[in-house]
Nanobody, 119 residues
């Protein structure tokens, strides 16, 4: 599966932003999907994940309650709605796919999209 993320940008703290990740290739609906992020000098960290059917979602503690991951299997797209953004949310965000739980890693990655949050 090939992934392409978009929707990043510059926003002020407290604002909202929605990222999208369009998938191409076969069998999008068999993959668990999710989002990771990375800042310079730090390891890539898990942000949010959603099961292949969309019936379950899971989040990192530092975004729970502010971020919402969703997917549209008909459009082969996964979304990350980010509300109440904080300066510390600034990072390059990557979408990912795997047959496993994404909290243990991901096999397929999209290119990153930059999110910048100003104070």
């Amino acid at each position: 599966v090939q992934l392409q993320a978009y929707g990043g940008g510059l926003v002020q703290a407290g604002a909202s932003l929605r990222l999208s990740c369009a998938a191409s290739g076969r069998s999008f609906s068999i993959y668990n999907m999710g989002w990771f992020r990375q800042t310079p000098g730090k390891e890539r960290e898990f942000v949010a994940g959603i099961t292949r059917s969309g019936d379950r979602t899971y989040y990192a503690d530092n975004v729970s309650g502010r971020f919402t991951v969703s997917r549209d299997n008909a459009k082969t797209t996964v979304y990350l709605q980010m509300n109440s953004l904080k300066v510390e949310d600034a990072a390059v965000y990557y979408c990912a796919a795997d047959l496993r739980d994404l909290r243990v890693g991901a096999r397929y990655w999209g290119q990153g999209t930059q999110v910048t949050v100003s104070s």
